[in-house]
DNA sequence: CGACTTGTTGATGTACATCAAGGTACGTGG
DNA sequence: CCACGTACCTTGATGTACATCAACAAGTCG
């Protein structure tokens, strides 16, 4: 039975009263973020009740526990995740610095997944209870966390197809070409070269496979030698060559992406 | 290689001018709903734009095209689907009354998967143009989407749950235990009875499962006399015995769930 | 006209050989 | 100690082939 590592459940530190205001919010630098209006600045700023820095390994958000919090990733890798009771794991997304958490917790009382650091991570909180009053004044915010979820739900949707029909190459060649390119649009890459913080186990748990065929299926691909990935610096040589390998087609995005 | 029956491609037909008022709406019946006041009740009837009957077979909506409308559906199953280039079919999600079709479409230019009706349908359409008035002016019916989308990411992870970690009893128990919670949800079951429209090529491209695995799979899940499944009527006997195998805890909704 | 036969098709059920993926074990190197 | 690498054996899943059965259409005969 493929069971995971069993993950260390560390708590999360309460919100230190920190709030770096939102006009110097570093996620502004980002290019592929849309702009935020002087007004809509003025509410964010007012709807963010402070700053989170969590090290690596620590459970931001914990299956079957409420969150009164949403959270903005300013900077650092984190990972969704879901359990069974004996431990098997499967991670369903990956989670970068202007990524959303949270917002399932407005649908159901329980959480239904994890969220784990990667690495340590600074987070922007948002109490849920002012969520209503952001989507009664400020529309085009709530058309953003839309925006956002609908994201979310489409590359889940790329995700199940690779677990469910795409092959341990095809699956493994088009997780390393995804997550370059996420990493790229919020400008973590340097030219070709990308900090991995993640394991092997981690890829496996995301593709559904287990840690040793993993290992050697990571060998075949790396024989096509469309990417280098040793010590957590992983380089992409051909992207085009990639994409063939995992028959992905990456979708056009209509408009420059909304954060909160 | 695990290739799905070609799925003919029917067009989906003109929307008729006919307009049921929202008033009168079938779904309003359903008590697992929430009830719309009237100035929303007003609003709605002015953003639909008519009324869609569909054939089985037809698709609603395509893969790598993009749609000017939005849908709920009022009648009918449908399933979301994703393809691979060579044929490999990997079913997203099934979508009943009250769910809400083509919110993706407003954040890609063209569609990433696309919609099969699986039987006789009867959609309300409304044009994706107006959908910014709704959040503009319609806090409410704007947070419903956003509740909708919430939910449809929440079936996703579990889903994805299921292909890339349960086993194939487990995938399969998981699958019918869910399909039939849903379907009782919005009143389609008699009792513990229920008019199953779908093939196992559908289960087995939902599950990621080749269809003989399947067939098999389904012989060893019945032997344990949870549920029954002839001529597409499918009776739930053992409701905590089909959870248990697909070790499986329904998640607890936060309020009744809304729909446009 | 209706009843019967025949052919076709789609869904299901099963056998068997093959193969991809899993599990265990035991390396290495930092 | 943990992440990675690899060998060896086992097993779960696949692909192919073929059989059954019901639904349905077309054609034939009384």
Redesign the pocket.
């Known amino acids: ?2 069971v995971a ?1 069993p993950a260390a459940v560390k708590a999360v530190p309460p919100p230190s009263g920190r709030k770096v205001p939102c006009e110097k919010c570093p996620l502004r630098d980002i290019h592929a973020l849309r702009e935020f209006s002087a007004k809509e600045l003025e509410f964010v700023s007012e709807f963010k009740s402070g700053e989170l820095n969590v090290a690596a390994g620590t459970n931001i958000l914990l299956q079957g526990t409420n969150s009164a919090h949403l959270y903005t990733i300013l900077s650092g890798w984190s990972f969704r995740y879901k359990m069974l009771p004996d431990g098997r794991r499967q991670i369903l997304n990956y989670a970068l610095p202007s990524d959303f958490l949270g917002l399932q917790g407005s649908v159901n009382d329980e959480m239904q997944h994890s969220v784990e650091a990667l690495t340590d991570m600074t987070l922007c909180v948002f109490p849920r209870e002012k969520l209503w009053q952001l989507y009664r004044d400020y529309p085009t915010l709530a058309f953003d966390l839309t925006w956002l979820a609908a994201r979310e739900e489409q590359i889940l949707d790329e995700h199940l197809l690779s677990v469910g029909r795409r ?2 190459m095809e699956r493994l060649a088009y997780l390393l070409l995804v997550v370059f390119q996420r990493a790229e649009e919020v400008g973590l890459t340097r030219g070709n070269a990308l900090q991995l913080p993640f ?3 981690h890829v496996a748990d995301t593709l ?3 840690l ?2 993993t ?2 299926t ?2 075949r691909l790396a024989a096509t030698k469309t990417f280098r990935w040793k010590d957590r610096r992983f380089e992409i040589i051909d992207r085009e060559g990639l994409a063939r390998i995992a028959s992905y087609e990456a979708p056009k995005v209509k408009a420059r992406r909304p954060f909160i």
């Open positions: 039975m493929p590592s092959t341990a394991t092997q186990q559904g496979m287990s040793v065929h290992n050697k990571l060998r």
